[in-house]
T-cell receptor, first 116, second 109 residues
Framework: TAGITQAPTSQILAAGRSMTLRCTQD?????MYWYRQDLGLGLRLIHY???????GKGEVPDGYSVSRANTDDFPLTLASAVPSQTSVYFC???????????????FGEGSRLTVL | GQNIDQPTEMTATEGAIVQINCTYQ??????LFWYQQHAGEAPTFLSY??LDGLEEKGRFSSFLSRSKGYSYLLLKELQMKDSASYLC??????????WGAGTKLIIKP
């Protein structure tokens, strides 16, 4: 079982360019999330989606956008990348949404993005 | 504000026991999670506590005291493969996860 697949694994991007990080899950989970992980900080939620067709803002949404056209895919787009967006990005999913407390998240392997 | 505190780094010996502490301050509480993250890999779920007390799962146990805003993860019979970061996360009243920065556990032979 693939679980959650992220692409690309790593990317170097020039400042000002746009980039879409792809995330696909095959577990038929309702909820999906995008986190960024930076050294010395906890995981920070960028955007989330409770179910296909809906999205919500997390703790650090500025500079990022998401869409959830179907259950499986949850791409994250940086419209105009800045160096402060250099980070490791993790996509995650859960069988229930943020309004339920089952809680267990399944994470993708991460996408390491460097913005120069 | 909401906050999670856990030690940055701990060192332990193979075969020994180690306890990783986590204190939390959240607006409401809907559970405390522990995840393991090996370097360069994704976090993986270890445990979830919502009631006070100790939950044992093999070599790993997790404890919660809601009145003290405190949890710990206990790892017994340490193995070299347990070298990883351990992430504590508390769920607030809005079911949002507040994550600690993680505790890097180094296991020495």
């Amino acid at each position: 079982t693939a679980g959650i697949t992220q692409a690309p694994t790593s990317q170097i991007l020039a400042a000002g360019r746009s980039m879409t990080l792809r995330c696909t899950q095959d577990m038929r989970h309702n909820a999906m999330y995008w986190y960024r992980q930076d050294l010395g900080l906890g995981l920070r939620l960028i955007h989330y989606s409770n179910t296909a067709g809906t999205t919500g803002k997390g703790e650090v949404p500025d500079g990022y956008s998401v869409s959830r056209a179907n259950t499986d895919d949850f791409p994250l787009t940086l419209a105009s990348a800045v160096p402060s967006q250099t980070s490791v990005y993790f996509c995650a999913s859960s069988s229930t949404g943020v309004d339920a407390n089952t809680g267990e998240l399944f994470f993708g392997e991460g996408s390491r993005l460097t913005v120069l | 504000g909401q906050n999670i505190d856990q030690p940055t780094e701990m060192t332990a010996t193979e075969g020994a026991i180690v306890q990783i502490n986590c204190t939390y301050q959240t607006s409401g509480f809907n559970g405390l999670f522990w995840y393991q993250q090996h370097a360069g890999e994704a976090p993986t779920f270890l445990s979830y506590n919502v009631l006070d007390g100790l939950e044992e799962k093999g070599r790993f146990s997790s404890f919660l005291s809601r009145s003290k805003g405190y949890s710990y993860l206990l790892l017994k019979e340490l193995q070299m493969k347990d070298s990883a970061s351990y992430l504590c996360a508390a769920m607030d009243s809005n079911y949002q996860l507040i994550w600690g920065a993680g505790t890097k556990l180094i296991i020495k032979p």
